[in-house]
């Protein structure tokens, strides 16, 4: 809570707390006449008697800051007005206010020891007062007046207790989820990163070794291959940028790159070197924006691959639209760097992140040397059916 609303809360306590005592001072003034006049035997109501009512009830008005001292007060003043002979009345209204105070802000031993005090000196009146003393018959209606407001205060303050935890917890509930959403969007920009910056790297790569190959001999050729160089490094920029413009901006970032965006993956990758022949088997439809992109990223990061490591200058993608997913297809025919084994050479990286995008969509993906020669690269995505 702020420092003003705080102090606000405050004043309205005190202000509950004045309106109190103000309403038991006004009551116990009017009313304790009239019940001395059902209780033949008592002390007539005078000026001492009014002043320790209005000593009790006024007393209340630091209850909440000084809980212990406001209950010795009202006990020393409730405790007199018995001994004198005063009429019960509603003097033990306040007694019982001050106990159920106690017990309300104290821990529970503190506050028994407190109230425990309390009730031995106003048991004092049993056997000691000047009017009619009940003896031993009037323990147990005095202990009502302690006992009862005592275990009521108990019972609020560890209600309120646990309301507070359950706050706490609920709060820190919120601030871990919100810590771990926050955790995956890193994570979910990490690999839009990996991804736009490998590929982008990758082709650039494999770009400026065709260059620096014919600048001594072709150098008109070479100049395409700078313009490859220039364009691909230009658009990777631009998805890196629009990746992380949502960090900045805290928000949605643009439309993410989906499926519809082959074509231009296609001739970028041709600028490469590498011939990239696309087929679709089914009627194209608009898929989930996840899902989207999860298979957009298998087919630009097996691509890349073939770039790198296949030693071949074409591959093959296939799209199938069927009723309740879509699958995309990699294949090349290279005979590279670890395509002679099980592995591909970069599976702790950028296999493992095609792993993790199909999996957190319930997907499936399978990798591995082709029996006729080359590496396939195959993941199913599931979808809604087709409408």
Not at 18 to 30: D, N, R
Not at 93 to 120: D, E, M, N, Q
Not at 206 to 225: F, S, T, Y
Not at 238 to 245: K, Q
Request: with cysteine.
């Amino acid at each position: 809570m702020r420092p003003g609303g705080q102090w606000q809360w405050r004043w309205r306590e005190q202000a509950a707390d004045a309106v109190l005592a103000l309403v038991l001072l006004g009551f116990g003034l009017l009313a304790t006449g009239l019940a001395g006049n059902n209780q033949p035997g008592s002390r007539p109501v005078d000026a001492v008697c009014r002043a320790l009512i209005a000593v009790a009830a006024l007393a209340l008005l630091v209850r909440r800051r000084a809980p212990v001292a406001t209950l010795a007060v009202v006990t020393v003043a409730t405790s007199t007005y018995l001994l004198i002979g005063y009429p019960y009345g509603p003097i033990l209204l306040t007694f019982l206010i001050a106990v159920y105070s106690v017990a309300v802000r104290l821990p529970v031993r503190p506050a028994a020891l407190a109230t425990g005090g309390a009730f031995v000196l106003l048991l004092a009146h049993v056997f000691f007062g000047r009017g009619p003393a009940p003896g031993w018959t009037g323990v147990l209606p005095a202990s009502a007046w302690v006992v009862v407001p005592f275990a009521v205060g108990v019972v609020v303050r560890v209600s309120r207790e646990t309301a507070a935890r359950t706050r706490a917890e609920a709060a820190r509930g919120r601030a871990e989820q919100a810590r771990r959403q926050a955790d995956e969007e890193r994570l979910r920009i990490a690999q839009e990163v990996h991804d736009v910056v490998g590929h982008g790297l990758a082709a650039i790569s494999m770009q400026a070794e065709i260059a620096l190959h014919l600048l001594p001999k072709r150098p008109e050729q070479a100049e395409v291959a700078l313009t490859a160089i220039s364009r691909t490094s230009r658009e990777a920029l631009d998805e890196l940028r629009v990746t992380l413009g949502a960090v900045r901006r805290g928000a949605e970032r643009e439309p993410v790159p989906g499926l519809a965006r082959l074509p231009a993956l296609r001739d970028r990758l041709a600028g490469a070197g590498l011939a990239v022949e696309v087929r679709v088997v089914g009627d194209p439809r608009e898929l989930p924006a996840a899902v989207d992109l999860a298979a957009y990223r298998v087919v630009q990061e097996a691509l890349t691959n073939v770039l790198r490591h296949a030693g071949v200058s074409s591959a093959q993608v296939t799209v199938d639209y069927r009723a309740d997913e879509v699958t995309v297809e990699v294949t090349d025919w290279g005979v590279g760097p670890g395509r002679a084994g099980t592995v591909p050479a970069d599976d702790g990286h950028g296999l493992a992140g095609m792993r993790e995008r199909v999996a957190a969509l319930g997907g499936r993906l399978s990798t591995g040397p082709r029996p006729g020669g080359g590496f396939r690269v195959y993941a199913g995505l599931p979808v809604g059916p087709a409408t």
